[in-house]
């Protein structure tokens, strides 16, 4: 409980002086970041289920006026997406100590199997083939039931011919690429 608040006040504490830092050099603060991905991951920079590094000191991002969003990004979620959504728009992913975030995330594979099936035979499906640096996504039906793990038949629009993908979550689907 004190490590929870010691990180609010540890994030307030950098939002509250981070406007007067990014007003006079019009960049973002980056401390300040950091302090939002530990609050937000629960955990601080370097620690299990934490970010592996401060955000890069070398980032020039534009000063944010809104309030920055954070979400889980990845996978496993293994990465957390800060965006600023306002008029100078930019994101960055910050890498989190995967040991923690992926069991937090997804549940082992022992565990899915006993689970009930997560995707049933003939549901609508995002199917995702994903590579090195792209990802493609398209609707497709479920051939089989299956829970998250799970490899499945499904069949995507427009095509008669099935393919394997891994379950990810009740309406993903993914056919990773090395």
């Known amino acids: 409980m004190n490590r929870k608040l010691t990180l609010l006040a540890a994030s307030a504490l950098a939002l509250a002086t981070s406007p007067a830092a990014a007003q006079t050099s019009g960049f973002a603060d980056l401390a300040a970041i950091?302090?939002?991905?530990?609050?937000?991951?629960?955990?601080?920079?370097?620690?299990?289920?934490?970010?592996r590094h401060p955000v890069d000191r070398r980032l020039r991002l534009a000063a944010c006026?809104?309030?920055?969003?954070?979400?889980?990004?990845?996978?496993?979620?293994?990465?957390?997406?800060?965006?600023?959504?306002?008029?100078s728009r930019w994101r960055i992913f910050v890498p989190v100590n995967a040991a923690v975030a992926s069991m937090a995330a997804a549940p082992s594979r022992d565990s899915s199997r006993s689970a009930m099936p997560m995707v049933e035979r003939g549901q609508v499906l995002t199917i995702t083939i994903q590579g090195r640096g792209f990802s493609v996504s398209q609707q497709g039906e479920a051939l089989e039931e299956g829970s998250i793990g799970d490899w499945i038949r499904v069949r995507p629009?427009?095509?008669?011919?099935?393919?394997?993908?891994?379950i990810d979550t009740p309406g993903r689907a993914t056919i990773p690429l090395g």
Do not use: I, K, Q
């Open 34 to 51: 950091d302090a939002e991905v530990s609050a937000f991951t629960g955990a601080p920079v370097g620690t299990p289920g934490g970010a």
């Open 157 to 166: 629009e427009g095509n008669r011919e099935a393919v394997r993908a891994r």
């Open 65 to 87: 006026p809104d309030a920055l969003s954070l979400n889980w990004h990845g996978r496993a979620a293994d990465m957390v997406r800060v965006e600023c959504n306002a008029h």
